[in-house]
Each structure stands twice: as C-alpha cells, then as structure tokens.
C-alpha cells in the first residue's frame, strides 16, 4: 500500500502482529517532504490518521483481520475504519476524523470555485 501515510514506527504500539523491515512508503515520503507546505486542516487531519492508526494498532488483538484481509503492517484506511466500527471501538476518532475532512473539503472547494470564477 504505496498511500499508507505514516512511518510505521510512530504508530505500531510495539505490537508484533506483522512483520516490518524498515520500508517506507511513497505518500509519507511525499508527505514528509510537504509537511511546510501543508494548510492547517491537512496537518489537523493527518494528526488524526495518526491518532486513528496508533489506536488501530493498540487494539490489533481485537480487530477481525481475515475478514478484512489485513495481513500486513500497511493496512488501508478503508480497512482500519470498518474493522473497527465493526467492534465499535475508536468511534470518537472516526468522527473527529469525519469532522476535519469537512473542513478541509470546504476550504477545497472554496479555493477551486475561487480559480474558477
């Protein structure tokens, strides 16, 4: 999963679920390396992935991993979401979660109807 985000270091919570070598994947590189040009809302919402994925991973023994093939250390977000609503544990993230990415897609959509007008 080349749009996994964060290091897997600052969000494994020392579990030993999965197997990891030190990869890095291609949107936190990307990410690292735009962090100074980031908006406010992008970097709030990215901190809460953070949060989410942490917790994901604390609590890794109680999620059904078969049924959402999870099977390494560089699950989607899609996955990390449902397996947990199904168990409905971090639900207070999801919607802080679902909170910024409002946000952040107004402030979107104000800029393109900006260059657009």
């Known amino acids: 999963n ?4 964060f290091d897997y270091k600052e969000v494994f919570s020392n579990n030993n679920f999965f ?5 890095k994947r ?11 040009i980031m908006t406010k809302e992008s970097f709030d919402l990215l901190n809460s992935g953070k949060e ?5 991973y ?6 059904n991993l078969n049924k959402y093939k999870i099977s390494l250390w560089d699950c989607g977000f899609w996955q990390i979401r449902k397996s947990l609503k199904e168990i409905k ?7 802080k979660i679902k909170l910024k990415r409002e946000i ?5 959509f104000k ?4 260059f657009i007008s």
């Not at 080349?2 to 985000?5: G, I």
């Not at 936190?28 to 962090?35: I, P, Q, T």
């Not at 989410?52 to 994901?56: A, D, E, M, N, S």
Request: charged share 35%; aromatic share 22%.
């Open 2 to 5: 080349h749009f996994y985000p």
């Open 104 to 108: 952040l897609r107004e402030n979107i």
């Open 111 to 114: 800029e393109v109807w900006r």
């Open 19 to 23: 197997d990891y070598n030190n990869e």
């Open 26 to 36: 291609f949107a936190f590189e990307y990410l690292k390396n735009e962090e100074k």
């Open 89 to 95: 544990i971090g639900l207070d993230i999801l919607d």
């Open 52 to 56: 989410l994925y942490k917790f994901f």
């Open 58 to 63: 604390e609590n890794i023994e109680k999620i």
